[in-house]
T-cell receptor
Framework: IAGITQAPTSQILAAGRRMTLRCTQD?????MYWYRQDLGLGLRLIHY???????GKGEVPDGYSVSRANTDDFPLTLASAVPSQTSVYFC???????????FGSGTRLTVV | GQNIDQPTEMTATEGAIVQINCTYQTSGFNGLFWYQQHAGEAPTFLSY????GLEEKGRFSSFLSRSKGYSYLLLKELQMKDSASYLCAVSYGQAGTALIFGKGTTLSVSS
């Protein structure tokens, strides 16, 4: 692994189903983030974690939950998916925030 | 609330210079970032400004005026591969080091 790995790359999900998007980094970055990107709306922060064991809500947290049990992993869970959660999801990490963020390659999720 | 504005689209020709503007209103300011995103790919880091002034990195330069809540990204000697979306983002501190992004400027470079 080099950088940030997201899985799956893409997924079609039935509405009402539970889904966990995985994110793993091997850079030992303290902070990790989940964004969703929608046409015309740009990147919007869902949840963040400044260090292992802590999480916080971003701009659009409703319908999503996260956990940060260790430094490397930051999964995003949709408890009961709805069509409005159709989006491209990006996980990112940073060390101090001063030198830019590293983004994963994204997960394209379609809820039908 | 937090707000970042940048033009939706811009066009330019190969070899030209283009300036992409960004204005922001945020509760606090830790720094301003520019990212490049090609279609279907993840954003990649271009530049970071925390103090007023110009930061130059090869063909790309970024300027910041904190008092005016204003930044621009200057791209020189444009190439076709510069066709992409350019994202302005601000770190404002309430969510740790998380960034709030503008909606992006799609730049189309033609020959």
């Amino acid at each position: 692994i080099a950088g940030i790995t997201q899985a799956p790359t893409s997924q079609i999900l039935a509405a009402g189903r539970r889904m966990t998007l995985r994110c793993t980094q091997d850079m030992r970055h303290n902070a990790m983030y989940w964004y969703r990107q929608d046409l015309g709306l740009g990147l919007r922060l869902i949840h963040y974690s400044n260090t292992a064991g802590t999480t916080g809500k971003g701009e659009v947290p409703d319908g999503y939950s996260v956990s940060r049990a260790n430094t490397d992993d930051f999964p995003l869970t949709l408890a009961s998916a709805v069509p409005s959660q159709t989006s491209v999801y990006f996980c990112a990490s940073s060390d101090s925030g001063l030198y830019g963020y590293t983004f994963g390659s994204g997960t394209r999720l379609t809820v039908v | 609330g937090q707000n970042i504005d940048q033009p939706t689209e811009m066009t330019a020709t190969e070899g030209a210079i283009v300036q992409i503007n960004c204005t922001y209103q945020t509760s606090g300011f830790n720094g301003l970032f520019w990212y490049q995103q090609h279609a279907g790919e993840a954003p990649t880091f271009l530049s970071y400004n925390v103090l007023d002034g110009l930061e130059e990195k090869g063909r790309f330069s970024s300027f910041l005026s904190r008092s005016k809540g204003y930044s621009y990204l200057l791209l020189k000697e444009l190439q076709m591969k510069d066709s992409a979306s350019y994202l302005c983002a601000v770190s404002y501190g309430q969510a740790g080091t998380a960034l709030i992004f503008g909606k992006g400027t799609t730049l189309s470079v033609s020959s």
